[in-house]
């Protein structure tokens, strides 16, 4: 028993951080037709940021995660303008095929760029918040954990309702069913690509975050 | 005489390597009604993505309200007060109904009175109120057809360019969808229709050019049209053969 609850708690806090990765991986699909290879680079980049602001600049939780959307934000919509938007609409190309070489690429430019930068030693994330919570005979909960489901979720849960009730957010749903009458109706898909590429690298790098804490170092890998 | 709101000159354009457009030479002025006809597979639709901006001109000039409009993008010219309602639906099949048709209202302009323009389109198509909620895949033929020509009235229209809207409807609805189309074009709004059915076409249209082999061959109005053997003939052929694309 004292088993599956441990496995159960480690699976919804594992899942959480993972889901947030899978949205943005399937929405940069469903819109973009990019299989997104950089998307990992950005949870590593989220794990140096959180690091940074942590250890570094001694950031409160909160800004942390701030700083790790912002930045995961600008690298995604950067990813997007050099190795994705020069490729939309040309003919004669596998589209798919060349975007996967392109964004891993680009996974290929942040790590190496990261290695040269911080070295490849390992830096311990600390924990946003300390702590932590016996949830049943033995088996613990740090409240980071709680902390990073509950950013999850609520990541999630914000991202829903922006794409149910929002213009920009109806936008990228219907983009993702049809291009093409979309732009009849006036979307802007030229930036609205980039902007969909920079939200999904965001959730990416908050996953960094907790994914950092979770394995107790940010690492170049 | 004004500046015709859309003149377009020795356009060609196609896809890829293959031309369809060879040289259409076209004008229509503020507020006209003018309908294309002409065999499927000569280039009705594809004059008609050409001018929204769905195909980028290979040769000519495209003036729409005076501006040099050639290569610009379609949510630019969407803009300017240009709606394509293209031909089938091209609905969003798993947004609801009513998110369909406030994609139709995606310019600020518009979105800021979402709410009023979609009760006129209920108002238009009260079975479309009914579905409200329901993902438009889960929708009838006719009532997809609606539901595409309500999406495009969610906006202010100068230039409207309907491709064949009658094509799979039941007679009745027809007659309704024909309704709404000739309540436009008898407001300001500027009409370019693609149309087989010519009870319709007469009723509608002062002008009539027909398209064949990519370009306007006869310009006309609709009874000098239907008493020139040639066109009548071809006219009523395509007709019969009437399935698919133009």
Redesign the interface.
């Known amino acids: 028993m004292v088993d599956i609850v441990a496995i159960v708690t480690t699976t919804i806090i594992l899942g959480s951080i993972y889901g947030l990765v899978a949205i943005g991986m399937s929405l940069i699909y469903g819109i973009l037709r990019v299989l997104d290879m950089s998307q990992g680079s950005m949870v590593m980049v989220g794990s140096f940021v959180a690091w940074g602001a942590l250890v570094v600049a001694d950031f409160n939780p909160l800004l942390a995660l701030v700083a790790a959307f912002a930045l995961t934000f600008i690298l995604g919509v950067l990813t997007q303008l050099v190795s994705v938007q020069p490729l939309v609409g040309r ?1 004669g190309i596998d589209f798919e095929m060349v975007t996967f070489i392109t964004t891993f690429a680009v996974a290929m430019v942040l790590q190496n760029v990261v290695l040269e930068v911080f070295g490849p030693r390992q830096r311990n994330v600390p924990a946003l918040v300390s702590g932590q919570v016996t949830v049943y005979q033995g088996v613990t909960l740090p409240y980071q954990s709680i902390a990073m489901v509950a950013v999850s979720l609520s990541l999630m849960l914000g991202f829903g309702i922006f794409l149910s009730r929002s ?1 920009y957010g ?2 990228i ?2 983009v993702a ?2 291009a ?11 930036r609205l690509f980039p902007l969909t590429m920079g939200l999904a690298s965001a959730l990416a790098g908050v996953a960094g975050c907790s994914w950092g804490h979770f394995l107790r170092l940010a690492t170049v890998r | 005489m004004p500046t015709p709101l859309l003149a377009i000159t020795g356009l060609w354009a196609g896809y ?1 390597e293959t031309p369809i457009l060879r040289g259409i030479d076209l004008t229509i002025q503020e507020g006209e009604t003018v309908v294309l006809i002409g065999p499927n597979g000569h280039g009705k639709t594809t004059l008609l993505r050409t001018i ?3 195909i980028k001109p290979a040769l000519g000039e495209i003036h729409f309200a005076g501006q040099l409009v050639n290569g610009k ?3 630019e010219l ?2 300017g007060g240009l ?2 309602i ?1 031909q089938g639906d ?6 609801l109904v009513e ?1 369909n048709l ?3 209202a ?2 600020r302009s518009a ?1 800021m009175r979402r709410n009023e323009l979609r009760d006129r389109v209920y108002e238009l198509f009260p079975q479309l109120r009914s579905r409200a909620r329901q993902p438009a895949r889960t929708l009838s033929g006719g009532e997809r057809r609606q539901l595409s020509i309500g ?1 495009g009235l969610m906006r202010e229209a100068r230039l409207l360019l309907i491709d064949e809207p009658s094509l799979g409807l039941a007679p009745v609805l027809v007659d309704s969808v024909y309704g709404v189309i000739d309540e436009i074009a008898r407001g300001k709004t500027t009409v370019l229709l693609v149309e087989e059915n010519f009870k319709h076409i007469r009723r509608l249209a002062k002008r009539v050019s027909v398209l064949e082999m990519g370009r306007i061959v006869r310009t006309g109005t609709p009874d000098e049209l239907l008493s020139d053997p040639t066109v009548a003939e071809s006219y009523l052929g395509l007709v019969r053969g009437a399935t698919s694309d133009g």
């Open positions: 003919g213009r109806l936008a749903r219907a069913q049809d093409n009458s979309a732009r009849l109706m006036g979307v802007p898909i030229k | 890829q929204s901006g769905l993008s379609p949510e969407t803009g709606i394509h293209p091209a609905l969003f099949p798993d947004l998110e406030l994609m139709g995606y310019p979105w999406r």
